[in-house]
């Protein structure tokens, strides 16, 4: 029946098949295809809206293994009729996302096309581009993988729906499977979560809205996703709402489904309501599931928001039920203890705490402090908050300086270069002058664009003349940091910083001197990751807050640990050393963190202006960092600053030395209590004496002593004069704008944490002056002006 090799052929020809051979095959292939489509479309089944109400909980465990949270308050929907939809809802959509809708087919052949190519080259998913695909994918929840699979599946299916539904139903269900964020499914339950309203009494300005949320309601709710994404802030997506939801109304005119003059009539972006209390869970679990949820979204490609919220996963996080009981309680001790509202209302109301703690070993995150509780305070203060870190920072700097060296005066202006010299904390000395004045690493004398110079104060003005760097360390004294971060260079210190593990969106994007004491804002978690770095030896690990994930009993993710060694033991047990002095020394700022029998490393930050106060520390089990501010994060106060903490509490000023190493200490005594009594590394010998901001060496030399004279050209500046900086009242609110404080600007850095140029008499750090009388302190965009030509906290 099939001739083949053919029998009469000869030679190559022989094996050539015949016109008829190959239309046979083409008639045979084409037919089996159609039957195979033929079987598949009469064995799919049209979706059922109300099987799809069927959601399932999440469920996040300890990492004991003990259940922390089931969240099935995160799904709510409720079906209702075409008829309860608004007709202006229906065109909303449609005008946004498939003008063809009422007139085709149901698919998109060209888009699934697409689709199906770019899975079979493992590049990333497309999804439906018709309404009637978006809506056989989101009925289909008890499938979301994928696969190509899947996507025939879908295929067939939607192809069975655009026969077999009438349009209006197909709206219906695509409207009522949708997810709008905020835990809603349907429209019903977008409508009353958003508006307060029952979905037919819309109007068709917050059906626009709504529509707008369809395409990711991550990133177009107000109110703002930074639990998921950083990016996600309220005022972003406040911008992108707006700008879509203003096309979709004109889309709708364009399209002459809405009358030009109705449109006229809502000129104004109809603002949703504000979350709902309720929505969240209470107390530390509300952050801890946030936190969670974040870690697992950011580390997975093929799961969304969306996904996440239609339930059935059991996410095993890191977190130590115990530890995060010891560090809410020891918050909650010192705060009963001294911040009294009631009888100090002008410097005690508005006072915050935030803290986080990571396992040095993996980079867990075991606990964190996120506020009083989720469902009052909404903002998790263990994540960046936009309170600078001052001090804190100084250790990335010593860091620097040990790996990367100070630049040779002669060897030119290259950040990179290679005439460099390590540098040893013990055998190099420092000025230590108050009102030292800054000089480039050749000696110039720094300028800013107005060619004013910068005058760096200490705490009190105290005045140490010629001081080692440990003993800088130990005093948190400001001259002899802020001269080794310009010796060292500014972006080579922002480097180790993230190195260390700092996210380099934390931090501040200017090279102004006071950038080496912390007028970047970085969260609490990720200050204890990087202190955690030292800990290691060097070894930087991301904090993480979930282990594993699993969904119908199969593992979708697992956290691999993924060491990087960004400093050498030598460095990193170096900065450890110092660090431990900090807290043995009798005068060290960071005595009051002690604790009996175990070695401790840390470091108090306080900024100028007295506006925020930091304790991190670490021993080799444990890095924990601790913070502390005033901030009035009233939803009704559209212009939210940090406040001085000048007398909060009884205390004169608020040092890291004061509540958050109280805090520190209590929490640390009992999450290491019954652990073994661990020593850290010894430090090995590393670099060479160095002399700088005008010390004198036994042995002067020309080259080795900078001159005192400025010079007459002018330095190198950061790329925008101080005095531009906009108001901080009015530029940067981190409660409304989490990238506010972590951008940084070009003179003291978007940072809305402090403003900051000084410190703490626990050796913290004053600010720069200036000798031509600048305008205030641009430390951060909320200056208090306190900290001289750029403001810069402190110790």
Excluded at 504 to 516: I, R
């Amino acid at each position: 029946m099939i001739d083949y090799p053919r029998h009469n052929k000869y030679g190559w020809r022989r094996w050539v098949p015949s016109w008829k051979l190959v239309t046979g095959l083409c008639i045979g292939f084409l037919g089996s295809l159609m039957a195979a489509a033929t079987i598949a479309y009469a064995m799919v089944e049209v979706p059922d809206p109300s099987k799809t109400a069927e959601a399932q909980n999440n469920v996040y465990y300890w990492a004991d293994g003990k259940q922390m949270a089931a969240t099935g308050g995160e799904i709510n929907r409720q079906i209702v009729g075409i008829g309860e939809i608004p007709k202006a809802m229906q065109n909303a959509v449609i005008s946004a996302e498939n003008k063809s809708f009422e007139t085709d087919s149901g698919i998109d052949p060209m888009g699934i096309g697409r689709a199906l190519v770019n899975m079979a080259k493992g590049g990333q998913t497309q999804g439906g581009s018709t309404i009637t695909q978006q809506y056989v994918k989101n009925a289909r929840l008890g499938d979301q993988s994928q696969t190509l699979s899947r996507k025939f599946k879908e295929l067939f299916i939607s192809i069975r729906v655009g026969t077999d539904m009438d349009k209006p139903d197909i709206m219906a269900g695509y409207l009522n499977t949708s997810y709008y964020g905020r835990g809603a499914y349907g429209i019903q339950a977008a409508a009353r979560t958003y508006y307060g309203k029952n979905a037919k009494d819309l109007n068709p300005s917050e059906c626009a809205f709504l529509a707008s949320l369809l395409k990711g309601a991550t990133y177009f709710d107000p109110a703002g996703s930074v639990d998921i994404d950083p990016a996600a802030t309220p005022q972003a997506n406040l911008a992108r709402a707006t700008e879509r939801w203003d096309w979709i109304m004109n889309e709708m005119v364009k399209d002459q489904r809405l009358p030009a003059a109705e449109r006229a009539e809502y000129p104004k972006f109809p603002m949703p309501q504000s979350i709902s209390k309720g929505a969240k869970l209470g107390g530390q679990v509300g952050y801890l599931v946030d936190l969670a949820k974040s870690n697992f979204l950011n580390n997975h490609e093929n799961i969304d928001a969306n996904d996440l919220a239609r339930g059935g996963y059991e996410i095993r996080t890191t977190f130590d039920k115990k530890k995060v009981d010891q560090l809410e309680e020891a918050v909650k001790k010192v705060r009963a203890a001294n911040i009294k509202p009631d009888k100090r209302p002008e410097t005690d109301t508005h006072v915050q705490f935030g803290g986080a703690s990571v396992d040095p070993r993996t980079g867990a995150i075991v606990a964190i402090y996120g506020g009083e509780d989720a469902t009052k305070h909404f903002t998790n203060n263990a994540n960046e908050t936009g309170a600078q870190v001052g001090s804190t920072f100084k250790p990335f700097v010593l860091a620097a300086a040990m790996r990367d060296g100070v630049r040779d005066p002669q060897g030119g202006a290259d950040q990179g270069s290679d005439e460099r010299t390590l540098v040893d904390p013990d055998k190099s000395i420092y000025n230590g002058q108050n009102k030292l004045k800054i000089k480039n690493y050749d000696g110039s004398v720094w300028q800013n664009e107005e060619g004013k110079e910068w005058l760096q104060t200490n705490d009190g003005d105290e005045s140490y003349k010629n001081i080692t760097l440990r003993e800088a360390m130990i005093h948190s004294a400001n001259s002899p940091f802020v001269q080794l971060g310009m010796d060292v260079g500014i972006p080579v210190v922002r480097q180790s910083a993230i190195d260390a593990g700092l996210l380099e969106t934390s931090l501040n994007k200017s090279d102004v001197p006071s950038f080496s004491i912390g007028i970047s804002s970085p969260s609490a978690i990720r200050m204890a990751g990087a202190y955690a770095t030292f800990a290691a030896e060097g070894e930087q690990r991301a904090p993480y807050s979930v282990k594993e994930v699993k969904r119908e009993g199969k593992t979708i993710y697992e956290h691999k640990d993924d060491p990087v060694g960004k400093f050498t033991p030598a460095v990193a047990n170096n900065v450890t050393d110092v660090l431990k002095d900090v807290v043995e020394d009798e005068e060290g700022t960071g005595r009051n963190a002690r604790l009996p029998g175990r070695e401790v490393a840390g470091k108090t930050g306080t900024t100028d202006g007295n506006k925020s106060a930091w304790f991190v520390g670490y021993t080799p089990q444990l890095s924990t960092a601790i913070d502390m501010y005033r901030l009035d994060d009233n939803e009704k106060n559209t212009k939210r600053a940090f406040l001085e903490m000048f007398g909060t509490g009884g205390q004169k000023k608020i040092h890291g030395a004061s509540f958050p190493s109280e805090i520190w200490q209590a929490y640390m005594k009992e999450a290491l209590k019954g652990q073994k009594f661990m020593k850290f590394p010894e430090p090995e010998p590393l670099g060479q004496a160095v002399w700088g901001g005008g010390a004198v060496s036994p042995s002067p030399t020309p080259s080795e002593t900078p001159s005192e004279t400025p010079s007459e050209t002018p330095s190198e500046t950061p790329s925008e004069s101080p005095s531009e900086s906009p108001d901080p009242s009015e530029s940067c609110n981190p409660w409304e704008d989490i990238t506010c404080g972590t951008q940084g600007g070009a003179t003291g850095g978007q940072p809305g944490g402090s403003d900051n140029g000084g410190g703490d008499n626990e050796g913290s750090d004053g600010g720069p002056t200036s000798t031509t009388s600048p305008p205030p302190g641009n430390g951060g965009n909320n200056g208090n002006n306190n900290g001289g030509l750029f403001g810069g906290p402190g110790g």
